[in-house]
């Protein structure tokens, strides 16, 4: 079935259908550090009438504090850390989940906001943004050293990524037996400013891919591991449940992956040319402009 414009008919049926509203952050409810028109008195709105607010985002550049710390900085102070699933949080459970050995340690290329659940979760990360300047020496007789005891590599978002970190993260898969190799996602670009998009995760973890020869466990969407922990933590079926996204091959596909109801906003990466292109195999329940339609909606008779 093609995409359906969220109008004032469908509207009402689509939210009486739903108690728990999921919602992406980049390109949904800010672009870089900008907040979208009209966000705050929609999430106020939804709260009012009862829906659980959860926030899903595959950006691992943050730990869900400080997820928290930049909603309250836009003027969202109701968000807490609870409603927040980061694909960062989601790595470390995945670790967690598996009975990760607490003797094993993990390397990260990505942001502090990994380092800091894995921390949380009780486990020892190296790498990270300290490696950011970091070189490689190719120097005739060296050998490039790297801990034994990785038994895990977690590839996220990196604005500082270098040779030194693919070198030690291909080493660690490569000839650590056993060692994991987990992609937070596989996002081609973000919305890192408010101006435009820059390269997302997927480049870090394709370069990984080719140099260690393995694909990856992805945590964040479309892959739906976040979703055990969202169906224990509200209770809520997942066809009682709306995807909110701007991106197809990431928020829609996860939403429909786990069963829920999807809803695209134009807002962020996707084009209505794109979405209803005659190639696109990705198609949602309904598209809108923006979440604040969602108010609009609600109040038109």
Known sequence: MAPKLLSSTNFKSLFNSVDTFLFDCDGVIWKGDTLIDGVSQTLDLLRSKGKNIVFVTNNSMKSRRQYAEKFRSLGLASVTQ????????AAAMYLKANNFPKDKKVYVIGGEGVLEELQLAGFTGLGGPEDGEKKAQWKSNSLFQH???VGAVVVGLDPNINYYKLQYGTLCV???PGCLFIATNRDAVGHMTDLQEWP??????????GSTEKEPIV???PATFMMDFLIQKFGTETSRMCMVGD???????????????????????TSESNLL??????E????TSMVSDITKLMDSP
């Open 82 to 89: 609870d409603e927040i699933f980061s694909s960062s949080f």
């Open 147 to 149: 801990d034994k005891t």
């Open 174 to 176: 490569r000839e650590n």
């Open 200 to 209: 997302g995760a997927g480049c870090m973890v394709a370069a990984m891919c």
């Open 219 to 221: 945590v964040g969407k």
């Open 247 to 269: 991106r197809l091959d990431t928020d829609v596909l996860f939403g429909q992956n786990a069963g829920c109801k999807t809803l695209l906003v134009l807002s962020g990466c």
């Open 277 to 282: 292109d005659e190639n696109n195999k990705i």
């Open 284 to 287: 949602p329940d309904y598209y």
